[in-house]
């Protein structure tokens, strides 16, 4: 398949923030005009959509209405990107109602964010051919005192065409029984090392290539054995580039991302893959020892497949992250317990 890429965004562009899963509520308003704040300061003129302040039946609108908006921004000439305040629960609503074999006639603009976004950014790349952006919500963009790591989203929004960007291991991540910031404008707490692991448990240096596709497990995963979420074919039409695919896990307890893996490799998505990357989990492990772990997990599905599997790295809900474009292509080198990931618009 043929990659397109949206253009940097420039001085003067348009965003637009719709929430084509959960809305924001009146008590979060003011983190939301911080981040809107931001985009300002930064040069970039902001609409807003009327699916957005608001909260219905746990999304912002009614599926009608999310969809429409959504299809409005992603195919109006003057909207440089769309930048969601975050993902939720039922932007899979969404996916019968949105046409992207006309967004596959289009010129592309950036979408960007994770979690329940994966569910729209993945069609959006694998169906029309946009490339799209897997990286910190706008909400998250918001604070005074960004980390290095979440504010290379900027670097990736802003690069010219085929011109390498590489991203290195954070040096510390936020851990699971770190308190959230009390103040909506301040950053994560960062007070754990950050360690990329092979899975294979081998300490010779490892590098892997291929296009970037993926996004967070626990919406994704829903999409296999669909049009959708046609993993399989993907890859084929992504030959001699080759295949890096990358998931994290937001709530799952082990026996559920087991079973949400397993489906996943049932449906194919593992063949021809030059490689795996998994973010940090940020669901809680098991504590018994007679209950399957969080490895374990993984161990029992990835540990036998016929490529790398790299995992812990800065992907997902435990922040920072890394900023990943679906259809990029990637270089990722792990040496140490720390890597870089170099992509190529191209």
Request: net charge negative.
């Amino acid at each position: 398949m043929n990659i397109r890429f949206p253009k940097p965004l420039a001085h003067g562009d348009l965003i637009a923030i719709t929430a084509p899963s959960s809305g924001v509520p009146a008590s979060l308003h003011p983190r939301l005009d911080r981040a809107i704040d931001a985009l300002r300061k930064r040069g970039y003129r902001v609409i807003e959509g009327e699916c957005l302040r608001r909260q219905y039946k746990s999304a912002s609108a009614t599926r009608e209405q999310r969809a429409s908006e959504l299809m409005r921004f992603l195919t109006e000439p003057g909207v440089a990107a769309v930048m969601p305040p975050w993902g939720g629960e039922l932007a899979m609503e969404l996916l019968p109602l949105l046409d992207f074999h006309a967004l596959a006639e289009v010129p592309p603009k950036w979408f960007s964010g994770f979690s329940d976004l994966s569910t729209l950014h993945f069609p959006l790349t694998t169906i029309a051919g946009w490339a799209t952006l897997h990286g910190p919500n706008l909400m998250q963009l918001g604070g005074a005192d960004t980390d290095a790591v979440t504010a290379a989203i900027w670097d990736v929004l802003t690069v010219q065409s085929d011109t390498p960007f590489s991203q290195s291991t954070s040096q510390h991540h936020q851990s699971k029984d770190a308190k959230s910031p009390a103040r909506f404008d301040a950053a994560p707490s960062l007070d754990e090392e950050t360690t990329w692991k092979r899975l294979d448990r081998r300490k010779s240096d490892l590098a892997l290539s291929g296009r970037l596709i993926g996004g967070c497990l626990d919406t994704i995963s829903r999409l296999a054995g669909t049009s959708f979420g046609n993993v399989p074919g993907f890859v084929k039409s992504s030959l001699p580039d080759g295949m890096l695919l990358y998931l994290e896990n937001a709530e799952m307890k082990p026996c559920d991302l087991a079973r949400s893996l397993l489906s996943l490799r049932l449906n194919g998505w593992f063949d021809g893959l030059s490689g795996v990357l998994i973010g940090r989990s940020a669901a809680p492990d098991s504590v018994q020892s007679d209950e399957l772990s969080y490895i374990d997990a993984l161990q029992s599905v990835l540990g036998d497949i016929q490529c790398p599997v790299i995992y812990d790295m800065d992907i997902g809900h435990v922040p920072p992250q890394l900023s990943l474009v679906n259809g990029a292509l990637a270089q990722v080198k792990l040496r140490d317990g720390s890597g870089t990931v170099v992509q190529r618009l191209a």
